[in-house]
């Protein structure tokens, strides 16, 4: 089967699903659900890792199954508190398991694609922790409004006296 076979037909159940989900017949959850596993699908259809180019089918395929899960449990009663941590957390995992599934196996391309995925995966892993810590330690977090400033005013400090000290050597030599 050709590319554009299997294309065709990813779109024909695209569109019945999305008719689906227009006429009310699949509600929302289901359809995050099935969109992410019919990425996922169009992936493995497509060859998955024959091609550095398929990770474009893997990508939304992780991102929508993290949001559904999320969803999915953020709509039961006993988690409609849920954090946003375990959004951003959820976000991380999918962008690990990019890392892991596709690019990490691509030996000949460079380091920034193979391992590109470790970076977004990494910020959105720090966000939630950030997260987490606000969460729990509010009163803290005034701190940080401080902190910052006073690593500003020491590193433009140091940066002042090492100048100064660099022209005082070039100028006694």
Sequence with gaps: MSKF???GVLLIIAGVFLLLNQLGVIPG???MFLLAFGFIA??????????????GF???????LAIAVYAAISEAPRF??????YFFL???????AVFLVHTYW???????????????????LLLSAVISFADERVEYL???NYLWVIVLIAVGGWLVYSSLKRNVKSKGA
Excluded: C, M
């Excluded at 998955?48 to 990770?55: L, Q, T």
């Excluded at 409609?80 to 941590?85: G, Q």
């Design 106 to 124: 691509f030996k000949a391309a460079d380091h920034g694609g193979r391992f590109w995925p470790v970076y977004p995966a990494a910020g959105l």
């Design 5 to 7: 076979f299997k294309g």
């Design 80 to 85: 409609e508190n849920l954090s946003p941590t």
């Design 90 to 96: 959820g976000l991380s995992l999918s962008f690990w």
């Design 142 to 144: 005034n701190l940080l």
């Design 58 to 64: 893997l990508i939304p395929g992780t991102v929508l």
């Design 29 to 31: 959850q289901a359809f």
């Design 42 to 55: 169009t992936y493995v259809l497509l060859g998955a890792r024959k091609e550095y180019g398929n990770v």
